[in-house]
């Protein structure tokens, strides 16, 4: 890899793979609406709205790959996730396209199926139930890759991350965790495989209450060394059990699953 592209590289997610993917490419090219000034050897910036094609197409031009992390990752009203997320995707995918990059990291999210109950495992071909717009806005992004793959060639691993943090801090994270060490690994797993095709991949490490399969996805070999069950005791501590009525508890999105809707306020 001679040089990637990262965008969101400036988020809490970009600052972890920024060192852990350190060395892994001979260029790191990061992007973010906002500027980022400690550059490490290896590291360029470029800002970039991702609603703005013709930045966008200036920003791939001569990158070999993208890890796409960028966009809103929180839930919001339809026109603040509308530029980065919806936008972005498409501009993403087009300058993909135009520019001739043929393989993408797509960051999707477990909150495309959030509505789907936590007794139910899932896999590849489990239907998207978004639990929240932020939710379908990273379905309208995996369907984008889809297209794209079957129309174009470009291929994408549609990557569904769950929690991913130094470690899990509640109780649903010990089912949701990825660890940042494996999320690093999976991606580099992804661009060193000979074929990737348009692959669904939950984003969790080695849990042992796990709601995920990633069986249709075995032939790209990752293999996540990192568990939540290391941290159950100081989670069990510090966060009590809920209700067993309690609503939040029926969906595999939480509390996304049962907040209003954002345009209500």
């Known amino acids: 890899m001679k040089r990637v592209l990262l965008t969101g590289a400036a988020g809490t997610l970009g600052k972890a793979m920024r060192k852990a993917l350190a060395g892994w490419a001979d260029e790191l090219l990061l992007s973010d609406i906002v500027p980022i000034e400690n550059l490490a050897q290896g590291e360029l910036f470029k800002a970039c709205d991702l609603g703005d094609l013709d930045s966008v197409l200036g920003l791939v031009e001569g990158c070999d790959g ?68 932020y939710g379908v806005s990273k379905g309208f992004g995996e369907l984008m890759a889809q297209y794209y793959f079957d129309k174009f060639g470009i291929e994408s691993a549609l990557v569904r991350i769950g929690s991913c943090l130094p470690k899990p801090v509640d109780r649903r994270m010990l089912s949701t965790w990825l660890s940042e060490g494996d999320l690093a690994s999976l991606i580099k797993k992804i661009y060193a495989v000979n074929r990737l095709g348009c692959t669904v991949i ?30 159950e005791d100081e989670v069990f501590k510090n966060d009590p059990p809920m209700a067993d009525d309690n609503p939040v508890l029926l969906f595999q999105g939480g509390f996304f699953a049962t907040a209003g809707h954002f345009e209500d306020g």
């Not at 980065?84 to 999210?109: C, D, P, T, W």
């Not at 032939?219 to 990192?226: A, K, L, Y």
Request: glycine share 10%.
């Open 202 to 231: 939950y984003g969790a490490s080695n849990n042992p209450c796990s709601w995920w399969d990633n069986r249709y996805a075995n032939f790209v070999g990752w293999q996540p060394q990192d568990s939540s069950a290391e941290f």
């Open 66 to 133: 993208i890890i796409h992390l960028g966009g809103q990752s929180i839930e919001g009203t339809f026109d603040s996730i509308m530029n980065g997320n919806l936008k972005g995707a498409y501009h993403i995918y087009e300058a993909a396209r135009q520019l001739g990059v043929k393989r993408i990291f797509f960051a999707s999210s477990n909150h495309v199926v959030g509505f789907h109950s936590r007794e139910e495992r899932l896999d590849a071909k489990s239907p998207m139930r978004p639990d929240s717009l």
